[in-house]
């Protein structure tokens, strides 16, 4: 099977993004029954302390990518080769990146198949997400390829917000965009417990919405 690395990105902190990348790597790994495989690429280190407790259902490894300087010719080069050794072994890598990168996002979009975006619906992340996605139109011109692929998601939504009104001011980038994740106390106590949301409350909203993201990336896939 050729290796699927999906990296879950956003240039600001706070979006969410270790809650999706763990707990989509678990879901993946739940569908496919093994062969996945958590990258914590941020120093912070998150993925990695929720998986302290050995509770989690996918392996989990440390491969952090730092910030390159302005003038490095080629920035990221040896993360990247760590990625693919790894691709060799898995058919798929989540990548839970760090925030605040900008000229290390160049070895995101190199590497990956498939990029998450977690945005904020308010549109507060609106001009980032902006600067991001032309980063990845650039990368397809200069892959000759359709990858990588970008998935928008709206994260961390209060559901007494104007969905509809915000989200639409994402449409506009022509990528897609899933299903909206709710802020949602079950995935803070799944951290707090060492597990994933599908083993922690199995059933409830928060643990749909993750197979709801599966299935997006499916969409994605096939499109």
């Not at 879901?27 to 062969?35: K, R």
């Not at 910030?67 to 993360?79: N, V």
């Not at 080769?81 to 160049?106: N, R």
């Amino acid at each position: 099977m050729t290796a699927r690395i999906i990296s879950v990105c956003n240039y600001k902190g706070g979006a969410g993004k270790s809650t999706i990348a763990v707990n989509l790597a678990c879901a993946l790994q739940s569908s496919l029954g093994s062969g996945c495989l958590l990258v914590d690429a941020d120093r912070q280190g998150t993925a990695l302390r929720w998986s302290g407790s050995g509770k989690l259902t996918v392996k989990v490894v440390d491969r952090v990518l730092h910030e390159a300087r302005e003038d490095d010719r080629y920035p990221g080069m040896l993360w990247i080769t760590q990625i693919k050794m790894l691709a060799e072994k898995h058919p798929y890598i989540v990548i839970d990146m760090p925030p605040g990168l900008q000229f290390s996002l160049a070895a995101v979009t190199a590497v990956s198949d498939l990029i998450l975006i977690p945005v904020n619906p308010s549109g507060i992340d609106f001009h980032s997400t902006a600067h991001f996605i032309t980063l990845i139109k650039k990368s397809r011109k200069v892959r000759a390829s359709d990858k990588p692929g970008c998935l928008i998601v709206p994260n961390r939504l209060d559901r007494r917000t104007t969905v509809a009104r915000n989200l639409s001011l994402y449409e506009q980038f022509e990528e897609p965009i899933a299903p909206p994740i709710g802020m949602r106390t079950a995935f803070a106590y799944a951290f707090d417990h060492g597990q994933w949301i599908g083993d922690f409350a199995p059933g409830t909203p928060a643990h749909r919405e993750i197979q709801q993201l599966v299935d997006a990336i499916d969409g994605v896939a096939l499109a």
